[in-house]
């Protein structure tokens, strides 16, 4: 999964492409921490993401938490693409907090 994360004073952006997976979620994890330790808005791009596994819904499902509890705001760059909302939706993530 590659990851790109670009930070400034008060915005920070987290690019995710490909099959987000426990292989890739300690990087994952990192990163989310970070950008909400950093504050200000979170714009999160998941536009080409091509699967998410449990382990990346459980982190960003956490990181939505987190988030909202720190004041910081996240905001998804694009929409979730069907495919992932279908599969969301049928795994039971029906409230799934950044679709």
């Known amino acids: 999964m590659p990851i790109d994360i670009e930070q400034s004073e008060k915005l920070n952006s987290i ?40 382990t990346a819904v459980q982190l960003l499902w956490a990181a939505a938490r987190a988030a ?9 760059d694009s929409p979730l693409s069907d495919t992932l909302a279908h599969q969301l939706g049928s795994a039971g993530f029906t409230g799934f907090p950044l679709s």
Do not use: M, N, P, W
């Not at 995710?16 to 979170?42: C, F, M, P, R, Y």
């Not at 909202?68 to 998804?76: F, H, K, P, S, Y």
């Open 15 to 54: 690019r995710l492409e490909g099959a987000v997976d426990i292989h890739s979620a300690a990087q994952l994890k990192a990163a989310l921490v970070e950008a909400i330790e950093h504050g200000g808005t979170l714009h999160l791009s998941l536009g080409s993401v091509t699967a998410l596994d449990v």
């Open 68 to 76: 909202r509890l720190a004041g910081v705001d996240i905001q998804l």
